[in-house]
């Protein structure tokens, strides 16, 4: 169905959709698949950039309900720089996220942006620092951190590397995280076949009970939802269990 | 917008209002679209989703037995919500 200018329907302030984003980056933020795979991705990137003498720290934040949140680190140090950088709300990390490019600071002491930020992370031994966003196609906003002790720690060759890395983590990742919506949608409607299955007994045996029509009848038992605070399809199990001692009712259908 | 409104004018405004009210609490809550209309479906609801979108972007009215299964789905969703 559309509007009368052809698109789909959408509340003016596209809030709907924000909210199905929003969704989507609480998986990215709670899922042990999707968090073990940014560890790895951090710890991959830490790895493959540290040289002698050039211990690269690595850690990834994800941007949600428009606040930043660090969830992945290659050890405990960049996952504090990460945390101090998203405890202040603003840094290049944040700045790279929200423009969603790649911004390099090679040197700490001659950089005048987000000072409370850079001042503190150079009192913790930090020099240069680079920040490659995650391209997700809009499902979620995440960016690659990257910490070294050194003043220009990153060549331009390791900034390439540090973004064929993100750009292909990042496609992986939109694909975990289609699965993880899909695989979600399919529990609900599940739980949904069940849940459907037990109310509309209920519905019936109402009906039979009161000789009352199906809308009636439905109204008998939200009555009993709300004024009890229990859910519908808990008062429905009860309805059924009071009229025929069965306690467990399942709906039966091919996955 | 309310050619699918057979019933009373006085009734269409009061609808109209409950409409808007129902719309505001799906803006205000963080529940995606389908993820509420698979619970409503759960609860009972007969409306596809196609109607279920359009009621909650106020541009469809639906009978008002399927308006309670909405607010109930609501309300469940959202006390199931650690947000």
């Known amino acids: 169905m559309t509007g009368s200018d052809g698109q789909p329907f959408r509340d003016p302030d596209g809030l709907p959709l924000e909210a199905a984003e929003l969704s989507l980056q609480q998986l990215v933020l709670e899922s042990p698949?999707?968090?073990?795979?940014?560890?790895?991705l951090a710890i991959l990137a830490s790895t493959r950039l540290s040289g002698p003498g050039n211990t690269i720290h690595s850690g990834v934040t994800v941007l949600r309900h428009k606040r930043p949140q660090a969830v992945a680190a290659s050890d405990a140090a960049a996952r504090a720089l990460?945390?101090?950088?998203?405890?202040?709300?603003?840094?290049?990390?944040?700045?790279?996220l929200r423009q969603g490019t790649t911004l390099l600071v090679p040197d700490l002491s001659a950089e005048d942006r987000w000072r409370p930020y850079i001042r503190t992370a150079a009192a913790?031994?930090?020099?240069?620092?680079?920040?490659?966003?995650?391209?997700?196609?809009?499902?979620?906003?995440?960016?690659?951190?990257?910490?070294?002790g050194r003043s220009n720690g990153f060549s331009g060759e390791d900034v390439a590397t540090v973004e064929s890395f993100a750009a292909q983590a990042a496609s992986s990742l939109r694909l975990i995280l289609r699965i993880s919506q899909l695989r979600e949608a399919r529990n609900d409607l599940t739980a949904a076949m069940q849940s459907r299955t037990v109310i509309d007994m209920a519905v019936g045996a109402i009906m039979a009970q009161n000789r009352c029509d199906r809308?009636?009848?439905?109204?008998?038992?939200?009555r009993a939802s709300s004024t009890r605070n229990i859910k519908l399809r808990d008062v429905a199990a009860t309805v059924i269990t009071s009229i025929s001692g069965e306690e467990r009712i399942t709906a039966y259908f091919d996955e | 917008m309310n050619a699918d409104w057979t019933g009373d004018p006085d009734q269409l405004l009061e609808a109209d209002e409950q409409r808007r009210e129902v719309a505001r609490r799906?803006?205000?809550t963080q529940v995606p679209m389908m993820k509420l209309w698979t619970y409503y479906y759960g609860?009972?609801?007969?409306?596809?989703?196609?109607?279920?979108?359009?009621?909650?972007n106020e541009a469809l009215h639906?009978?008002?037995?399927?308006?309670g299964l909405i607010a109930t789905a609501m309300r469940e969703l959202s006390a199931g919500e650690d947000l």
Do not use: H, W
């Open chain 1, 82 to 96: 990460d945390e101090l950088q998203n405890g202040f709300g603003q840094g290049p990390c944040l700045t790279a």
């Open chain 2, 62 to 67: 639906l009978p008002a037995s399927q308006v």
């Open chain 2, 26 to 28: 799906f803006r205000d």
């Open chain 1, 33 to 40: 698949d999707i968090k073990a795979f940014l560890t790895e």
């Open chain 2, 43 to 56: 609860l009972g609801g007969d409306a596809d989703e196609m109607s279920f979108d359009a009621y909650l």
């Open chain 1, 124 to 148: 913790n031994g930090v020099s240069s620092i680079l920040a490659v966003p995650l391209d997700l196609a809009g499902e979620a906003e995440a960016v690659l951190n990257l910490y070294s």
């Open chain 1, 215 to 222: 809308d009636t009848a439905f109204s008998i038992l939200t």
